[in-house]
């Protein structure tokens, strides 16, 4: 699915681990101010995809990638694209929450911020990005405590607001309920769907039901049988959940296998 106006792009992208290919020849983008939903059964290529958009992927021993990603017309994988650069307009938001142990609450939030930026400016763009996270009524009295003091989904939460805290364009999240408890699930649904008015967002998600509450496009990705992921097919949601192209992608929604 080709949107012309999209931020964030990939063509004939594959990605190996060694001599392994584990995502072969995808080709897509991901539409402006909505969310995207990457799908699919374990080991089908999802996550790698993900890691792929900001080059985290290279991080693994033995990574590397062939293809394209392009971030408004940018190759990201090209010698001259900084990857502290990118990282701050591709954000990310991992499985379970990651803040920074050692850190208070307000220094998670502010730490990829660069430390020339005045501490009022910090403070400022602290509060802005707990606000956009749905966090700040709940941490406004308590900023100087440790990170790790807050309960699962207001870390999860923290997190998010850490990313947003450098103002990205393009937000990556890498199943980020699946360790949640229900509550919190639905906090962080409500939240993405609030974030995708100003941000792209492209959402891995085990969850069927997840994904069809939360984007407005969605992505079915599948092993083939060399266990290299590909993708099957690429539409608006509702279509995908009602009339799907490709009768794999059918199988997968009504629980047939995966």
């Known amino acids: ?18 001599d392994m290919r584990a995502v072969a020849d995808v080709s897509m983008s991901f539409a402006p101010r909505n969310v995207t939903a990457l799908m699919g059964p374990s080991g089908c290529g999802k996550t790698t995809l993900l890691r792929c958009l900001n080059r985290i992927h290279e991080i693994a021993p033995g990574a590397r990638t062939e293809g394209t990603v392009l971030l408004d017309g940018e190759d990201v ?43 009022n400016d910090k403070a400022a763009a602290a509060e802005k990005a707990l606000r956009s996270a749905a966090l700040w009524d709940e941490v406004k009295d308590k900023l100087g405590r440790p990170a790790t003091a ?3 989904g207001q870390q999860q939460r923290l997190c998010i607001a850490r990313a947003l805290a450098v103002e990205p364009e393009v937000l990556l999240m890498d ?17 993405m769907t609030k974030l995708a ?37 690429m539409d608006e949601t509702s279509k995908m959940f009602t009339k799907p192209s490709d009768r794999r992608t059918e199988d997968y929604i009504t629980g047939r296998f995966g």
């Open 150 to 152: 807050l309960s699962g």
């Open 77 to 119: 994988y090209d010698s001259e694209m900084s990857v502290i650069e990118l990282r701050r307009r591709v954000g990310m938001v991992f499985q379970r929450p990651n803040p920074f142990p050692t850190m208070s609450i307000f220094g998670n939030v502010v730490s990829g911020l660069s430390r020339s930026v005045p501490k």
């Open 175 to 191: 199943e980020p309920t699946s360790s949640l408890d229900p509550i919190s699930t639905l906090s962080i649904e409500e939240l």
């Open 197 to 233: 008015e100003h941000y792209t967002i492209v959402v891995v998600t085990h969850n069927m039901q997840q994904a069809a509450r939360v984007s407005r496009y969605a992505a079915f990705m599948l092993a083939d049988e060399t266990r290299a992921g590909r993708l099957v097919e």
């Open 1 to 18: 699915m080709n949107h012309p106006d999209a931020p964030l792009k990939v063509e004939d992208l594959s990605a190996f681990y060694g």
